[in-house]
């Protein structure tokens, strides 16, 4: 075994350049914003599911929602909350 002695500096730029290289042939990747959901018909295709059974969900109150008198709000990460199995 062959000990390496090096500086705080040196050892960050040496993990840096072997990070950089790994990762300079990787397809760049853009996040885009999930963006709300303002239908039934929105919801039901976001949980690939048929309208009526969004609108189910919806009504029981298992998934959280917004209305301001007909306009209806859903936020994708509150559904996938509110849709988690409960684990005991």
């Known amino acids: 075994?062959?000990?390496i002695v090096t500086t705080p500096e040196d050892l960050q730029q040496a993990i840096q350049t072997a990070v950089?290289?790994?990762?300079?042939?990787?397809?760049?990747?853009?996040?885009?914003?999930v963006k709300n959901l303002h239908s039934i018909k929105e919801l039901a295709d976001f949980l690939g599911c048929s309208t009526?059974?969004?609108?189910?969900?919806k009504n029981s109150g298992r998934i959280r929602f917004y209305q301001d008198r007909r306009?209806?709000?859903?936020?994708p990460s509150e559904i996938l909350e509110d849709l988690k199995p409960v684990r005991k």
Do not use: Y
């Not at 790994?22 to 853009?30: G, L, R």
């Open 1 to 3: 075994m062959e000990l």
């Open 20 to 33: 950089e290289s790994a990762f300079e042939n990787q397809p760049k990747v853009s996040i885009e914003p």
């Open 52 to 57: 009526v059974k969004a609108m189910q969900l």
């Open 71 to 75: 306009k209806v709000i859903f936020v």
